[in-house]
């Protein structure tokens, strides 16, 4: 299993940034997939998930400046986050939570299923 982020860097409030995570290893499609981040002295947080159909959720947070997407075909989910804020300074994982295997059961997954994060630095 494999998940890799990609995307990060040192912007200016109020610009733009695209992450990506590419996956491999398990069945993409069925995946419920999520990004977090870590700001620096402080606990790990959910920004966004969306689910194999398609339906998305986030932190309130981020809502109206984040947006999260899949590309089933490539096998990547992204988040685009617009009018970045200096309190949006954190490592930035993508992570696979749960899906179905080729019989359809249902597997909620592991740390294994985490991709080792982009940092995003957003200056004032």
């Known amino acids: 299993v494999q998940l890799q982020a990609s995307g990060g860097g040192l912007v200016q409030a109020g610009e733009s940034l695209r992450l990506s995570c590419a996956a491999s290893g398990f069945i993409f499609s069925r995946a419920t997939l999520a990004w977090y981040r870590q700001a620096p002295g402080k606990q790990r947080e959910l920004v966004a998930r969306i689910s194999s159909d398609g339906s998305t959720s986030g932190t309130d947070s981020v809502k109206g400046r984040f947006t999260i997407s899949r590309d089933n075909a490539k096998n990547t989910v992204y988040l685009q986050m617009n009018s970045l804020k200096p309190e949006d300074t954190a490592i930035y994982y993508c992570?696979?939570?749960?899906?179905?295997?080729?019989?359809?059961?249902?597997?909620?997954?592991?740390?294994?299923?985490w991709g080792k994060g982009t940092l995003v630095t957003v200056s004032s």
């Open positions: 992570a696979a939570l749960y899906g179905a295997n080729s019989a359809g059961e249902v597997e909620v997954y592991g740390s294994d299923y």
